[in-house]
């Protein structure tokens, strides 16, 4: 079992910057490929960034690219969200979800089997 905590959320004026965090006391969390998706008042959850276990390679969707940094702290058993230049538009719940079975940057939420409970983000105009 994998427990995941998101963290850094809060109430933002648009152009600032928050960095979100996923926290994992788990040994395996450093072996899973980890993404943030988000979700809107009123839409679906959408894919927002994911990095590998081996190699760190990251993807990003392309309404963030340019603005969002994904990282990981293997020392830490964490993984970041750098989010710059903030728009009202981001403004949603950020999730951080692992998955522990294949180590690729998916947009596909099935394929991650644990999930955090989010950190809400509010970005004012």
């Known amino acids: 079992q994998v427990q995941l905590a998101e963290s850094g959320g809060g109430l933002v004026q648009a152009g600032n910057s928050l960095r979100l965090s996923c926290a994992s006391s788990s040994r395996t969390f450093n072996s899973c490929s980890v993404a943030w998706f988000r979700q809107a008042p009123g839409k679906e959850r959408e894919f927002a960034a994911a990095?590998?276990?081996?190699?760190?390679?990251?993807a990003y969707a392309d309404s963030v690219k340019g603005r969002f940094t994904i990282s990981r702290a293997y020392a830490s058993n964490a993984v970041y969200l750098q989010i710059n230049s903030l728009k009202p538009e981001d403004t949603a719940v950020y999730y951080c979800a692992a998955n522990a079975n294949r180590d690729s940057t998916t947009t596909d939420p099935r394929y991650y089997n644990y999930w955090g409970r989010g950190t809400q983000v509010t970005v004012s105009s």
């Open positions: 990095i590998t276990s081996i190699g760190g390679r990251t």
